[in-house]
């Protein structure tokens, strides 16, 4: 099956930016997306893509912010994250082998990466 592996996080001041990087061992044409957790809060969607399609949802918290995006050839799909807020620190994680469903449900993904911890700070 699909093998996931998170790059890219670090710490940032208040309205930098960072992009996140989620190398998968194999193609994958279902769903894939980004989720956040804290330790005070459930694991939250943040965006997803449909690869063959190029379609993207984000949450609301993130529009206009972040952009999600991929590199077929390099099967690998980016969080591009920009003005980031304090309250975007977080451990992020990529996911994938869509089950079907609601996409915001990380009990509709199957694959899951092992995060990479993006830190703003004031």
């Known amino acids: 099956q699909v093998q996931l592996v998170e790059s890219g996080g670090g710490s940032v001041q208040a309205g930098g930016s960072l992009r996140l990087s989620c190398a998968a061992s194999?193609?994958?044409?279902?769903?894939v997306a980004w989720f956040r957790q804290t330790p005070a809060k459930e694991r939250e969607a943040v965006a997803d893509?449909?690869?063959?399609?190029?379609?993207?949802t984000y949450a609301d918290s993130v529009k206009g912010r972040f952009t999600i995006s991929q590199d077929k050839a390099a099967k690998t799909f980016y969080l591009q994250m920009n003005s980031l807020k304090i309250e975007d620190t977080a451990m992020y994680y990529c996911?994938?082998?869509?089950?079907?469903?609601?996409?915001?449900?990380?009990?509709?993904?199957?694959?899951w990466g092992q995060g990479t911890q993006v830190t703003v700070s004031s």
């Open positions: 893509i449909i690869p063959y399609a190029g379609s993207t």
């Open positions: 194999e193609y994958t044409y279902s769903r």
């Open positions: 996911a994938a082998g869509f089950l079907g469903g609601n996409p915001r449900a990380q009990s509709n993904f199957r694959i």
